[in-house]
């Protein structure tokens, strides 16, 4: 898997039309959502992001329908160029941190530079709207996301893992995913050696 030097330019959507929500960051909202969907017929799926995806797609009268209902809960629905506005920016995220060797410093002004050429307080402001996190946050719980990975599929050690997710020391690093998982990374570590022994034991009885 090659690093990358730079942010990559990440395109929105997978051949599908793909909205967000602005304010829908409950799953109380989601369950509403998508129930407004059913109503309407509509096939759909909600992301662990918030993104609505339409794989047969969604007419401008059933989007204008869909942002009324989902008005009356105090929800908006984003039109299609704010949505990939917010779709790059959560595609790069997740691009760098997930399918780079090693991290670049990862920083939201730099994200927005490279994929929006500009640095936007109103993009910020809707991306924490949409997400119910600043981008700094997202960028932080994708780290510990990635870190988690590397703890159950890979055999870094602790200060490795810090390394390549470009934190300054191993203690920030501790601090920040103990912070988001109220656990240590000895506790995955734990769980990786009780998968090996179970997979050990399956593999001698067969």
């Known amino acids: 898997m ?23 960051v409950s799953l109380r909202c989601k369950i509403f959502t998508k129930s407004e969907l059913i109503k309407m017929g509509i096939p759909h799926l909600i992301t ?3 993104a609505l995806e339409f794989p047969e797609g969604i007419s401008e009268e059933q989007q204008l329908k869909l942002k009324k ?5 105090g929800l908006d629905l984003l039109d299609a160029s704010e949505s990939i506005i917010i779709d790059k920016i959560i595609n790069t995220i997740i691009e760098v941190i997930h399918y780079s060797d ?3 410093k990862l920083t939201f002004k ?3 530079h490279e994929n929006l050429g500009s640095e936007s307080a109103l993009i910020l402001k809707i991306f924490s709207e949409v997400t ?8 932080i719980l994708q780290k510990v996301e990635r870190a988690k990975e590397l703890l159950l599929y890979d055999d870094y050690s602790v200060k490795e893992i810090s390394e390549l997710l470009n934190y300054r020391n191993k203690d920030l690093f501790l601090a920040q995913f103990k912070k988001h998982t109220d656990l240590t990374p000895a506790y995955y570590l734990d769980i990786k050696k009780k998968r090996e022994k179970n997979i050990s034991e399956l ?4």
């Open 2 to 24: 090659n690093a990358h030097p730079n942010f990559p330019k990440v395109s929105g959507g997978t051949g599908c039309t793909k909205l967000y929500v602005r304010y829908m």
């Open 48 to 50: 662990s992001h918030g």
């Open 69 to 73: 209902s989902l008005r009356r809960a």
């Open 102 to 104: 090693r991290l670049p």
């Open 110 to 112: 730099d994200i927005l």
């Open 132 to 139: 119910g996190v600043s981008v700094t946050s997202f960028i």
């Open 203 to 206: 593999n001698l009885a067969i």
